[in-house]
């Protein structure tokens, strides 16, 4: 990124820029379960998220500007989600979508489950729902665009992250009022 | 694998496999069942490995397909390890089973992976889940399932998760329901029992019992009226057909009588004519 990542930039490029980052997602989707399925529909012609920019099935991880972890992590896979986020490139964002990825889900005493993708790499919108419909991910989205836009790269790059946003924590979960 | 010559209309039935197996391993075969249309032959875990080779060598056998194999807690007793087999030949499935030597503490078995070598993986599944030890495996170590420095065999039935521990079961019905002691209770069921918790079944049972009743009863009732109605209509008709009659046959005497009246009118003019 060059000097873009050192130096904040006036507000008007700034909104410029992140108007032009926020609307060419490319996502890397981790597909672990029965989420992944539905990201697969959010992905195809009836919800369709190209419309908002994001560009599905990158080649790979570092290629992504966005990880989509859909399905049940287990302590097994939780080392590949780990390298597979820190071979992409920054600025990265992540939706944890379902409820196995956010917190163990429906397996959250088993013996082989990780409690969470947020225990390996860290998350900035939480999808609920197991599975959360194809909407509800669309709503993920135009979250974290929300974000993006108002967010300030220098900061990003150097960790000072916004607040994760858990969909439907203080709402029920609308495409409306965003 | 020379010589799988079986066919499908030779294939041995499970009384036969069953001779055959005991005539070459004797006292070893323990016993078999039929259950579910699946052929299951109890071993001695001496013949366990003589068994499967048997099995996929014997031209009448042929059992040439490793399908899958896997532990069973038996509590107590320790673990069983099941083997199932498959003949693409004569289309037939065997299930051998053994109770693995060394009780709860140092489950060893003799591995297949010689005879079959898709029984790898399945061993070394069944040694993360379990904790049997497969004599004679390439390499059951690290371990498949679980991550490489996993604790504990989390399929046994003493296995606590870590998670109940802290954190009660949030649903309505614990899976594994509790006594006053805190013991596990088991519930063995009988076949023809009812597949759900039987108080539930009976309850059910009895509501739509009740709906039954309740929409014969109205039928019964729908049934009185219609009937009750039907004659109360017959009977206006009766009543009705017997009043047209009754006026017919008082008109038809009217008209009668005049027409008396009338023939014997001229009559008596014609008399005071006469007069
Ligand atoms: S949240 Fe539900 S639907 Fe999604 S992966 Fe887990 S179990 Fe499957």
Redesign the pocket.
């Known amino acids: 990124m060059g000097v873009m990542d050192q130096v904040e930039l006036p507000k008007p490029v700034r909104y410029v820029f992140n108007w032009g980052r926020k609307f060419s997602l490319w996502c890397f989707n981790f597909g ?5 399925i ?1 990201f697969i529909a959010a992905s195809t012609s009836r919800h369709d998220f190209i419309r908002l920019g994001v560009i599905p099935f990158a080649h790979g991880p570092r290629q992504a500007d966005l990880l989509v972890v ?3 992590l287990t302590d097994k896979m939780a080392p590949a989600v780990k390298r597979l986020y820190e071979e992409m490139p920054e600025p990265k964002y992540v939706i944890s ?6 917190c163990g ?3 959250w005493d088993s013996y082989s489950v990780t409690k969470g993708v947020d225990q390996v790499i860290p998350v900035d919108v939480y999808v609920p ?4 419909r194809p909407e509800a991910l669309l709503d993920g989205i135009i979250t974290l665009q929300h974000m993006i836009q108002h967010e300030s790269l220098p900061d990003r790059i150097a960790g000072r992250r916004q607040d994760a946003v858990t969909l439907g924590a203080d709402a029920p979960l609308t495409l409306e009022g965003r | 694998m020379a010589g799988v010559l079986a066919r499908r209309d030779r294939a041995l039935n499970p009384e036969e496999t069953e001779a055959l197996l005991r005539e070459h391993l004797g006292e070893q075969v323990l016993g078999s069942v039929v259950e579910f249309g699946t052929f299951t032959c109890k071993l001695a875990p001496e013949g366990w490995v003589e068994a499967a080779r048997l099995a996929r060598d014997e031209p009448q056998l042929a059992y040439d397909l490793f399908d899958s194999l896997f532990g069973v807690d038996a509590r107590e007793e320790g673990f069983d390890v099941v083997a199932v087999l498959y003949s693409t030949s004569t289309g037939n499935r065997l299930v051998l089973r053994t109770r693995v030597p060394g009780g709860r503490d140092a489950p060893r078995l003799a591995s297949i992976t010689e005879i079959y070598r898709g029984a790898d993986w399945m061993e070394r599944e069944t040694y993360d889940m379990f904790g049997v030890v497969f004599d004679g495996h390439p390499g059951l170590e690290p371990r498949i399932l679980t991550v490489e420095n996993f604790e504990g065999w989390p399929l046994r039935k003493d296995f606590h998760l870590a998670s109940r521990a802290a954190k009660p079961w949030p649903g309505v019905k614990e899976p594994a329901e509790l006594d006053e002691d805190g013991n596990v209770i088991e519930r063995v069921p009988e076949i023809g029992d009812a597949p759900g918790p039987y108080e539930l079944d009976k309850a059910m049972a009895a509501q739509a019992k009740a709906v039954i009743e309740q929409e014969r009863v109205e039928r019964e009732e729908r049934e009185r009226k219609a009937a009750e109605r039907a004659a109360k209509a017959a009977e206006r008709q009766a009543r009705k057909e017997a009043k047209a009659r009754a006026a017919a046959e008082a008109a038809a005497a009217k008209a009668a009588a005049a027409e008396a009246d009338a023939d014997q009118q001229p009559a008596s003019s014609d008399e005071e004519d006469g007069a």
């Open positions: 672990l379960a029965c989420c992944a539905e859909s399905g049940t979508f379902g409820s196995c990825a956010n889900g429906p397996y729902g197991c599975p959360p």
